[in-house]
């Protein structure tokens, strides 16, 4: 049974995120770990509450984003707050640490029991805002060998969003999900070029009838073409549409989603 399965079951789960504020030390921090760790809970507890099926945390607040070394600072606040989470909702809980900090979220993820990470730059190059990352897979997982942790899932982005992807034109997201398969992904998140942005169809339709690993939605997903992927999608990782305005940096909304919820009942 493949991670996926052991940490949802039979669920196609939504998972909510939490972008937790600006952490300290970054140019747009103003609050405290101990307010950090309040805001994080409360939206939490939201999301538990409306039957959410999971959430994860990032740093989505801290730009301009650092490439890979983020500092110890960040990786021990994100660790306790991801502790904090988990114990407040006893739901799958995830992590991602921008900019592509894949093996400190890892890190913070041993530390603080949660159970899977959204990792980037996990195979082939890419040039991200924040410049070239390269693949970290054989690093990454030496890693959560080394720390006894397998039974951390990795989820990996693939031609992911605010990049160009001109260094690796010549590979397509078929090749790109093979390799991500070989270097031992659980599974593969789907986005479209910018947060918020709709995943194209036609690339994921092509995925779904050519690589068995599970496919979960990074960005995009509504309340209006949830439809259209609900049957080619494993999962889905929902931020900017359960703001109440929309936007990844909004309050989040209970009513937007409890409304999203209900439709993705009616499947």
Not at 39 to 44: C, D, H, N, P, Q
Not at 61 to 81: C, F, Q, W
Not at 128 to 148: P, T
Not at 190 to 199: D, S
């Amino acid at each position: 049974m493949s991670k996926f399965k052991e940490l949802f079951g039979e669920v196609k789960p939504v998972i909510g995120m939490v972008h937790v504020e600006a952490l300290p030390g970054t140019p747009n921090s103003t609050k405290t770990v101990g307010e950090i760790i309040e805001l994080a809970i409360e939206e939490t507890k939201i999301y538990r509450d409306c039957g959410v099926h999971s959430v994860m945390i990032e740093n989505m607040h801290d730009v301009p984003y650092l490439k890979r070394n983020v500092g110890p600072e960040i990786t021990a606040a994100m660790s306790v707050i991801g502790y904090e989470v988990k114990n407040a909702c006893d739901l799958p809980c995830g992590i991602q640490i921008l900019a592509g900090a894949n093996k400190e979220a890892m890190a913070a993820a041993i530390a603080a029991g949660l159970d899977f990470i959204r990792a980037e730059g996990f195979v082939f190059a890419h040039t991200a805002d924040e410049g070239i990352i390269e693949s970290d897979a054989g690093e990454l997982l030496r890693f959560r060998k080394a720390m006894d942790a397998e039974n951390i899932a990795i989820f990996t982005d693939i031609k992911k969003k605010h990049s160009s992807h001109a260094l690796t034109s010549d590979t397509d997201l078929i090749e790109t999900a093979n390799a991500a398969k070989f270097f031992k992904s659980d599974g593969l998140i789907i986005t479209g070029k910018a947060t918020g942005a709709e995943a194209d169809m036609s690339e994921l339709f092509e995925l779904y009838s050519k690589c068995d690993l599970p496919i979960l939605i990074g960005s995009g997903i509504t309340n209006e073409n949830l439809q259209n992927y609900f049957e080619l999608a494993d999962g889905f990782i929902v931020g900017s549409h359960f703001k109440d305005s929309g936007k990844w940096d909004g309050s989040l909304g209970k009513e937007r989603i409890e409304r999203f919820l209900k439709r993705y009942n009616e499947f």
